[in-house]
């Protein structure tokens, strides 16, 4: 086939299955890998490669070694970019690239496996040495524009990873038990109409060699897959596997063990971390080239918790994330202001009214009595004390690679509101302690945010959303909120009065910009 041949098969490709709910970036890679002529093949289950494409699981591609590097260009080129692993998790052999379709709005992850890799799910310590035979008996898929191993190869490998990735010894794949087997039950089910024993027994002798030994297993790897016992239940088949695959290890069995050991160690600890701890550590992919901490700004009412919330769930699948709240109200607070936050609203029940510079509540023209001040003062000390350690820790955690989503952030450009300091609202306040709240508040300037997202309703909106705040509050808020600069930091403002699905996408879309 000419080269003209070629790229006119990839546009006939390109149009004909448009319409298979294959996410537009993934296409275009594709395209670009057929169109350049490299080697390549998705070596997982050709039964879910429709769900992988319609961006439901990992894209898992096995590259030729000459053509590695060009296949990472033609990633890079497409806007995916490199997330490395914490602790050397990936293999060696591995690269992991993140990409955002942003028809769909989905993070896509594409594996570059340059070797053949098996075992357990946090350590792969077996390299399966056939990737140049498998790459030359590829098929393109017969509906998707995609390379797949043929069915022959796909049966025989499939059967050798289930000797070695299936060990309850592994506490991942011991978590999800039941679930693998069934996926390796329906995998092997949906080969079995497409393939011949005898073609099996071909294919398996000249990737185990002619020696007795590799005969003899070739044998029995061809019997497991056709006799219809289960193939976890069947412990001298891996045993004999492993052995076979024993000099292709990366670790000897106590060096193994050990590091799988440290590893689950470590996955517990990060799974623990990213559901109740929030620590400003990585456990899993760190952004490239560092993290980086992303400020949602905005008045009540303008969406600022259900973005966090949104970000979380797209990013923390597979970046590093920590949630981060530095307001007072309905967010998570931290252990210093916890205790206050269960007192003060039976506090608030003994003021009918509240002194001019709250938001909420019946607001009253007078200045604050002497028992709302101290109140407010003490108040003032412990949040301000509070934020200045969550500024440490935002920027510790961008510095370590994770991706901070800030709800609100600290401020002193405009006093009394918006996150900034509180004791500008009293007459009367003892000079060390407002130099005390300035220079928490100060601390924001050197520790600026990289990238602010202003959520920006109008009033009425914003009244609508948060009947219970004064609307000339709300008004004086919103002005200021167009003023707010955060030198050192990209600010983007976003049109919150949009559609969610609108204000969404635009966010998502900065936030892939600046990772």
């Known amino acids: 086939m000419t080269k003209m041949e ?70 890079l080129q497409r806007g995916l970019k490199l997330f490395p692993s914490v602790s050397g998790r990936d293999h060696p052999a591995v690269a992991s690239f993140l990409g955002f379709d942003e028809p769909s709005g989905k993070l896509v992850h594409v594996h570059l496996h340059f070797r053949l890799v098996s075992g357990e799910r946090l350590l792969k310590n077996y390299r399966i040495p056939w990737e140049d035979a498998l790459l030359s008996h590829a098929v393109r898929h017969p509906t998707l524009p995609i390379m797949i191993l043929e069915p022959v190869s796909e049966a025989l490998l499939l059967t050798i990873r289930a000797c070695l990735e299936l060990s309850r010894m592994d506490l991942v794949t011991l978590r999800h038990w039941d679930a693998t087997k069934q996926k390796f039950a329906l995998d092997r089910e949906a080969l079995l109409t497409q393939i011949e024993r005898k073609t099996l027994c071909e294919r398996s002798g000249e990737l185990f060699g002619n020696a007795q030994d590799g005969e003899d297993l070739a044998g029995a790897v061809v ?68 993290g980086c901490v992303v400020a949602l700004i905005g008045v009540d009412g303008s969406g600022k918790s259900t973005a966090v919330s949104t970000m979380r769930k797209w990013l923390g699948t597979e970046i590093d994330t920590m949630p981060i709240y530095f307001g007072t109200g309905d967010g998570r607070p931290s252990l210093l202001l916890w205790p206050l936050k269960l007192v003060m609203p039976l506090l608030q029940r003994s003021f009918k009214t509240k002194p001019k510079g709250s938001s909420h509540g019946k607001v009253s023209s007078r200045p604050p009595g002497l028992l709302y001040s101290a109140l407010l003062t003490g108040w003032a000390m412990v949040v301000a004390r509070e934020k200045r ?108 009065e949009q559609p969610l699905v609108d204000v969404i996408a635009k966010i998502k879309r900065e936030i892939w910009r600046q990772l």
């Open 389 to 496: 350690i969550k500024l440490v820790s935002a920027r510790r955690a961008a510095n370590r690679g994770l991706v901070v989503l800030a709800d609100r952030y600290p401020q002193d450009e405009i006093l009394g509101f918006n996150d900034g300091p509180l004791l500008t609202r009293l007459s009367k306040v003892p000079g060390f302690l407002r130099r005390h709240e300035a220079r928490a508040y100060a601390l924001s300037r050197s520790l600026p945010p990289d990238l602010v997202l202003k959520l920006m309703v109008s009033p009425p909106t914003a009244k609508k959303r948060e009947p219970n705040m004064d609307l000339d509050v709300i008004r004086d808020r919103v002005g200021s909120m167009e003023h707010l600069a955060f030198p050192g930091a990209r600010v983007v403002r976003v049109d919150a």
């Open 223 to 290: 019997s497991a897959f056709f006799d219809g016992g289960a193939l976890h239940d069947a412990p001298s088949l891996r045993r004999r596997v492993r052995e076979h695959f024993a000099a292709q290890r990366s670790y000897n069995a106590f060096e193994f063990r050990l590091r799988s050991l440290g590893r689950t160690l470590l996955w517990l600890a990060g799974g623990l971390n990213k559901s109740l701890l929030h620590w400003p550590r990585p456990w899993s992919r760190r952004a490239p080239g560092g």
């Open 6 to 75: 070629l790229v006119n098969e990839v546009n006939a490709i390109s149009r004909a299955e448009a319409n298979e709910n294959i996410l537009p970036l993934l296409l275009e890679v594709l395209n670009d890998l057929h169109r350049q002529g490299l080697s390549y093949c998705y070596w997982k289950s050709s039964r879910r490669v429709h769900q992988v494409l319609a961006g439901e699981g990992d894209l898992d591609l096995l590259v030729s070694r000459q053509d590695q590097h060009r296949i990472a260009a033609l990633l």
